[in-house]
């Protein structure tokens, strides 16, 4: 007795079977054998790689490069509220409040950025400020979601896979979808960096933030690479075995895959990893040493580092800025933190000539 499954993919002399044959083929063909093989895009693009700066929980528009000079006429006053503002706020008074922050004007462009980014309006002439940005939900866990992947609720494949799986990878040796989280991982969790629906191989990559950021990167003492290749190549015989009887189980091939790719990271990863080799005016300008804008702007050169080697989207996440009131305080202690390794993020990539193929959002 056989599956429906098992029936369809059997039926090895029907039309179906060699046009589904044909398709695999011409895919094989394009992509080189692998799903993140690099691909031809559709037109031609300037861009080859992205950089996503995440910042949790959202910088307030008005107190960074959305100055409301109106607000300080209204600071304090209470909002006049119609009938559906009124249905869709809590009970309780609510009130206009000024932007902390004084703004400046930056760059030859003259862009308003908020004074207390010392750094980023260095290279304001770089930047696009876009302001049309509207979204669907105020719940943490949806919003970030939306943000990722499009949609509010978990499912679909995060913005890294889409360009993962519409373009392939330049580096086979490193994944093409790289995260570099927080200590803890954001609102939402994996899934904003999930495949969704695609195949398993286009999820993105988390490196740990401390420690060794990807654990058992080295072989244990004494087993050599032929060692390892041998072990590699019978655990790849009996899980192909397994993966036949199961057809259509991408996340099988995913995990297969995931083998030679963590073989082959083993020779790459360590010194891709060792931001030492990076002079000390490199880690001055991304601020590494001296805090607020260590462990930031480890992630900003590290992001560049991968984008160099070929990686095709990097995203890096910064802090929780869901700072409801003290905007001052607290927006003002996260701009610390990362005003200086952006700015020096978007410097280095112009020195470098990759800013010319890098979209930084």
């Known amino acids: 007795m056989i599956t429906r499954r098992d029936a369809l993919y059997g039926l090895g002399t029907s039309l179906g079977s060699v046009a589904f044959s044909a398709l695999l083929a011409a895919d094989e063909k394009r992509t080189g054998g692998t799903p993140l093989s690099p691909k031809k895009p559709h037109a031609p693009t300037k861009a080859k790689a992205c950089i996503f700066l995440m910042m949790e929980g959202g910088p307030s528009h008005i107190d960074t490069f959305d100055p409301k000079p109106k607000l300080a006429d209204l600071h304090l006053k209470e909002f006049t509220r119609t009938d559906k503002m009124q249905s869709a706020m809590s009970s309780g008074k609510r009130y206009y409040v000024a932007s902390p922050f004084k703004f400046v004007k930056a760059g030859r462009c003259g862009a308003d950025v908020a004074a207390n980014w010392e750094h980023l309006g ?6 696009c400020f876009y302001r049309g940005c509207q979204v669907d939900s105020v719940n943490h866990p949806t919003a970030m979601y939306q943000m990722n992947t499009g949609n509010r609720f978990v499912g679909d494949p995060a913005v890294g ?115 030492s080799k990076e002079d000390k005016k490199t880690h001055a300008m991304y601020g590494i040493g001296p805090e607020p804008t260590d462990a930031f702007g480890r992630r900003c050169l590290l992001a560049r580092r991968l984008v160099e080697q070929g990686v095709r989207f990097v995203q890096l996440y910064a802090g929780t800025w869901d700072s409801h009131d003290y905007i001052e305080k607290a927006h003002g202690k996260l701009v610390q933190q990362v005003d200086r390794p952006i700015a020096g993020l978007i410097a280095d990539l112009k020195r470098t000539g990759l800013l010319d193929s890098t979209l930084v959002v």
């Open 122 to 127: 260095s290279v304001a002439d770089d930047l």
């Open 161 to 275: 896979s889409w360009v993962t799986y519409g373009l392939g990878s330049v580096n086979a040796n490193l994944p093409g979808f790289v995260v570099l989280p927080e200590v803890s991982h954001p609102q939402g969790g994996a899934a904003n960096w999930g495949n969704g629906f695609l195949p398993a191989a286009f999820q993105g990559t988390p490196l740990r933030p401390k420690g060794l950021p990807i654990l058992d990167l080295a072989p244990p003492p004494g087993v050599t690479r032929d060692h390892q290749r041998a072990n590699l190549d019978l655990l790849a015989a009996l899980n192909q075995s397994h993966a036949d009887d199961r057809p259509g189980r991408d996340d099988l091939a995913a995990r297969m895959e995931s083998y030679e790719l963590a073989f082959r990271m083993q020779a790459e990863v360590p010194g891709l990893l060792d931001l």
